[in-house]
C-alpha cells in the first residue's frame, strides 16, 4: 500500500467523531494474524493523520469548543464537569452482558462492540443504567394519562379501529410487524430478512399491500398507514415520541429497529457523560501513537475539501474552518477513511466535482460516479433538536414544593434474566423462579404489580425477606420519558446526576427531545420578531461550536408546554421555574444535517453496506483505499454500534485486523447475498 520509492505509510481519517476516533485507535491497538497483511500495519515511522472540522474538547492539550463525541455532546452546568450533566446527542447504549452463559449466541441482545469498548477503556466503573419508565406520563389531544390508565374504559383519544386505543400506543409497531416478522430473530436472520422478508398474511382486498410483497420496497409510513388507519398510525406515531421512526424509510428495517425499543434490553451510559468515551479514545490514540513511534498529527479547525486519485495514489485537499470553501492546500496519502455522515460526504463529492483539477487526465473521481452517488441516497437524512434546562429543585417530582398534578413516574420494576440468576442464590422456590423466567422482560409500574403477578403464577406467597430481594435486583430508576404530541415531544429527566455530590444541587432536563418535522417550530424560535438572519445555513457550524444559550422567548415556550404536561392543558407557564440555564442543539445543521439516518426503501441494505464502505467497489478495474465509515451506513443507524460496527467491518477485511470480539453470529454488517 506504500508509495513507490516509500517506506513509509500515511494514513489519513476525516472526522474525529465515534467512527474517525474508532478507527484510529483500532488501526493502533488490532492485532494482524495474516502475514499478508502485516504491511499494512501502522509502524514505527508512519503517519496518522486526523481531521476534525470543529475541535472538540479532547483533553487539557487538546481543548476545545465543546464536548468531545460529534453527534454526542455532554453538556454539564456551566460547563463544569464536577456538576450535572445533560446529553444534548446520543445518550445510551444497549448492554451486552458479555459474561452470560449464552453471550455469544444468536439472540443475545446489547450492543456489543460498544460495551466491549467500554471495557476495554475501563470504562465500565462508570456505567449505569439508563431506563425508560415502565409507566410513562403522556400528553396527548389535551388530556394527559399514564400508561397504567389505558384501558377499554378510558381509552387514549384517538379513534383507532378494533379498540386500539384501549393499548398502547407501540402496539401499532407490533401489529404492523405481525405481518411477516417471527420472534427473537438472530442478527444474521435479520440480514436475510432485509433483503428478502415479505408480508405472510393475508391482509384482504382492502389493503394496498398484499401477501407476497417484499418489504424492502415498501415505505414504512404508506405500510402503517394502511394496516393501522388515519387514527392508528397517528396514536402511534404521537404516542412512541420519535417522528423519524414512523416516517416512509425501509418497513423491513423498520421492523428491527422499532423493535430495538421492547422490553428486554438493557440501556446503560456512563456517569462521568457519554461524551467521556470519546476523550478516553483520544487518550489512548496519543498513547499509544508515542509507544510505536508513530506519528499522530491531528488536524483541529479543518475540513476535507476534495478527494481524488491519479495512478492510484489518493489526493486531497483542505479547507480552513475559517475558509470552509477555499482550498489552503493538498496532500496526498495511502488510505483515506471518510468518516462522516451522508451530507459530509456530499460535500466533499461537490468540492471534488468542481475543483479544477479533477479535469485533469487519469483523474479518479470515486465519489462522483454515478452508482456510488446512487448508493449515498440509500440514507435518510432526519433532522433533530434537544433542549436543555438546568433548575435549583427538581420541581417535576413529589417532593416539589408545589408538585405537578401529574408526576412522572420514574420508577418500576422488571425482571431479566441476570436478576433470575441473582435470586437463584437467595433461596426462592423453583416455582417461583420458573415463575419469574416467564416474566423476563414485562415491565411493572410498581412493587405490588409485580409481587402480585408472581404469586398468581405460583399461588404462593412470598416471604417477606423474598420480596425485598426481588424488589432490589428488577428496581428501575428510570429517566422517563414522557411523551406529547406537542413540540416538545419527549421529556427526559437527569436529575442531579452530579460527581461531585456534596454541591449545591442543580437538576437537569431535557425539555424537548424531538426529530423531523419538530425541529422547525424551535428553530423559528432562535430569533427575537426584532430580528433578521444573517448567517446563512450552509455556514451555520453551530454543532461544531457546542450548546447555544435558548433566547427568552424560547424558554418562554418550553416553560408553557412543560407546565401543560406536568399540570394540566392551558395551565399558566409560571407553573414551571425559569431554568438556572438552557441551551440547545440544532443537528439539523452542518455539518451532519441529520441527529440520525434511516435507511431508504427500494435498496438491497445489505449490498450497500458491503460496497459503499469501499466505494471503488462499485466501479470497474478500481480499487482505491477510500473508505467511508460511521452510522449512516450501518447495521445500527442512529446508535455509536453503528459507527464502531462500520469501521470494524472495514479494518477486518481491508486490513486483516482480527475482531475485536467473536462475530460469528454478531456480524458487523449485513452480507451482500
Known amino acids: 500500500m506504500a508509495k513507490p520509492n516509500q517506506t513509509t505509510k500515511t494514513y489519513s481519517i476525516f472526522g474525529a467523531g465515534a467512527a474517525g476516533l474508532y478507527t484510529a485507535w483500532r488501526l493502533l491497538n488490532g492485532e494482524v494474524k495474516n502475514n499478508k497483511d502485516k504491511n499494512k500495519k501502522l509502524a514505527k515511522g508512519d503517519t496518522l493523520e486526523l481531521y476534525d472540522w470543529g475541535r472538540y474538547d479532547f483533553s487539557k492539550a487538546h481543548h476545545g469548543t465543546r464536548a468531545a463525541g460529534a453527534r454526542i455532546c455532554t453538556w454539564h452546568y456551566k460547563n463544569d464537569k464536577t456538576q450535572a450533566y445533560l446529553e444534548l446527542g446520543g445518550m445510551r447504549y444497549s448492554d451486552w452482558d458479555m459474561n452470560a452463559k449464552d453471550a455469544n449466541n444468536g439472540t443475545a441482545p446489547g450492543h456489543r462492540v460498544v ?121 402511534a406515531a404521537d404516542g412512541n415520541g420519535y417522528s423519524s421512526n414512523v416516517i416512509n424509510w425501509n418497513s423491513a428495517y423498520a421492523f428491527q429497529a422499532n423493535n430495538e425499543f421492547t422490553p428486554g434490553n438493557q440501556y446503560k451510559t456512563i456517569n462521568i457523560g457519554y461524551s467521556g468515551m470519546f476523550n478516553a479514545l483520544f487518550d489512548q490514540i496519543v498513547k499509544l501513537a508515542k509507544a510505536q513511534g508513530i506519528t499522530f498529527n491531528y488536524q483541529p479547525n479543518m475540513r476535507l475539501q476534495a478527494i481524488v486519485a491519479k495512478d492510484n495514489v489518493i489526493h486531497y485537499s483542505y479547507a480552513t474552518r475559517e475558509n470552509p470553501w477555499k482550498k489552503a492546500g493538498s496532500k496526498t496519502t495511502d488510505a483515506a477513511w471518510l468518516a462522516m455522515p451522508r451530507h459530509a460526504i456530499e460535500q466533499v463529492a461537490r468540492g471534488s ?111 417477606l425477606a423474598h420480596e425485598t430481594a426481588l424488589l432490589e435486583v428488577t428496581l428501575n430508576n428510570t429517566i422517563g420519558p414522557s411523551v406529547t404530541d406537542t413540540p416538545i415531544r419527549q421529556v427526559v429527566y437527569f436529575g442531579n446526576n452530579a460527581s461531585d455530590q456534596k454541591a449545591k444541587p442543580v437538576y437537569g432536563l431535557l425539555a424537548s427531545y424531538d426529530d423531523e418535522v419538530y425541529t422547525t417550530f424551535w428553530k423559528e424560535l432562535e430569533l427575537e420578531p426584532d430580528q433578521e438572519q444573517h448567517i446563512p445555513t450552509i455556514v451555520n457550524v453551530q454543532t461544531l461550536q457546542g450548546p447555544k444559550k ?24 409560571t407553573k414551571v421555574p425559569a431554568p438556572l440555564e438552557a441551551a440547545y442543539m440544532d443537528w439539523s445543521l452542518p455539518p451532519f444535517n441529520a441527529g440520525y439516518h434511516a435507511w431508504a426503501a427500494h435498496f438491497n441494505i445489505g449490498d450497500v453496506q458491503q460496497k459503499i464502505r469501499k466505494p471503488s467497489q462499485l466501479m470497474e478495474k478500481t480499487d482505491l483505499n477510500i473508505f467511508i465509515v460511521g452510522e449512516a451506513y450501518s447495521n445500527d443507524q442512529a446508535w455509536v454500534e453503528g459507527a464502531y460496527c462500520t469501521a470494524e467491518s472495514v479494518l477486518n477485511d481491508f486490513f486483516g485486523v482480527t475482531p475485536i470480539i467473536d462475530n460469528r453470529e454478531y456480524p458487523f454488517i449485513c452480507s451482500a447475498k
Open 353 to 463: 466535482r468542481f475543483d479544477p483539477d479533477v479535469d485533469a487526465k487519469g483523474i479518479v473521481d470515486v465519489l462522483n460516479h454515478r452508482k456510488v452517488q446512487l448508493y449515498l441516497e440509500s440514507t435518510i437524512m432526519q433532522p433533530s433538536y434537544k433542549v436543555g434546562m438546568f433548575f435549583a429543585t427538581p420541581w417535576w417530582t413529589a417532593d416539589a414544593e408545589n408538585p405537578p398534578t401529574y408526576i412522572p413516574q420514574l420508577t418500576g420494576y422488571e425482571v431479566t434474566q441476570r436478576a433470575v440468576v441473582q435470586l437463584k442464590t437467595q433461596g426462592l422456590s423453583k416455582a417461583t423462579l420458573k415463575a419469574l423466567s416467564s416474566l423476563v422482560g414485562t415491565p411493572y409500574a410498581s412493587a405490588n404489580d409485580l409481587i402480585n403477578a408472581v404469586q398468581a403464577l405460583t399461588q404462593e406467597r412470598l416471604s
Open 115 to 235: 460495551t466491549t469498548v467500554i471495557k476495554q477503556l475501563g470504562l465500565d466503573q462508570y456505567s449505569v443504567p439508563f431506563n425508560e419508565s415502565t409507566n410513562p406520563l403522556y400528553y396527548l389531544r389535551s388530556k394527559n394519562f399514564f400508561l397504567n390508565q389505558i384501558t377499554s374504559q378510558n381509552p387514549a383519544p384517538y379513534n383507532v379501529d378494533h379498540y386500539g386505543a384501549a393499548g398502547a400506543p407501540d402496539n401499532g409497531f407490533s401489529t404492523v410487524e405481525g405481518l411477516s416478522v417471527n420472534k427473537n430473530m438472530t442478527r444474521r436472520q435479520w440480514d436475510t430478512f432485509y433483503r428478502d422478508g415479505v408480508i405472510k398474511v393475508n391482509t384482504g382486498d382492502a389493503s394496498v399491500y398484499q401477501k407476497g410483497d417484499k418489504l424492502k420496497d415498501i415505505g414504512y409510513w404508506n405500510l402503517m398507514y394502511d394496516q393501522l388507519g388515519s387514527e392508528g398510525f397517528n396514536y
Open 550 to 573: 435558548v433566547p427568552d422567548r424560547m424558554v418562554k415556550m418550553l416553560r408553557k408546554q412543560l407546565a401543560e404536561i406536568h399540570f394540566g392543558p392551558n395551565s399558566d407557564y
